[in-house]
């Protein structure tokens, strides 16, 4: 995400929706990785579902990001299509702590 904001003049020009854009992509990671090692089930679940909220607060950024001039539609797709399979990777992390005691 800083690659493409920082490739993106428009994205370089509004401080705030390019620091917004890349503090949900950087809380994906960082909430996962803390959700791993966290001692029980349910703390690791709740991280995973902040991570989770954090992909979809990404797109709709994107789309965003894409109406308002600042992302070609192309680059815009194929982020989504990568943030949609994290998020989906997350889901299926959730049911599997889920049904661990």
């Known amino acids: 995400m800083y690659q493409v904001t920082d490739e993106h003049t428009k994205f ?3 401080f705030r929706f390019r620091d917004q854009i890349r503090a949900a992509a950087v809380s994906v990671p960082s909430n996962t990785a803390e959700g791993d090692e966290l001692d029980t089930n349910k703390q690791s679940i ?5 991570a989770k909220g954090s992909t ?3 797109i ?4 965003i990001a894409q109406e308002i001039g600042y992302l070609p539609p192309k680059i815009t797709e194929e982020l989504i299509k990568e943030y949609e399979h994290v998020s989906h990777m997350l ?3 959730i049911a599997a ?3 661990t005691p």
């Open 56 to 58: 979809a607060e990404v």
């Open 97 to 99: 702590r889920s049904k």
């Open 60 to 63: 709709t950024q994107l789309i």
């Open 12 to 14: 370089k020009q509004d």
């Open 91 to 93: 889901a299926k992390l």
């Open 46 to 50: 709740r991280h995973f579902y902040i």
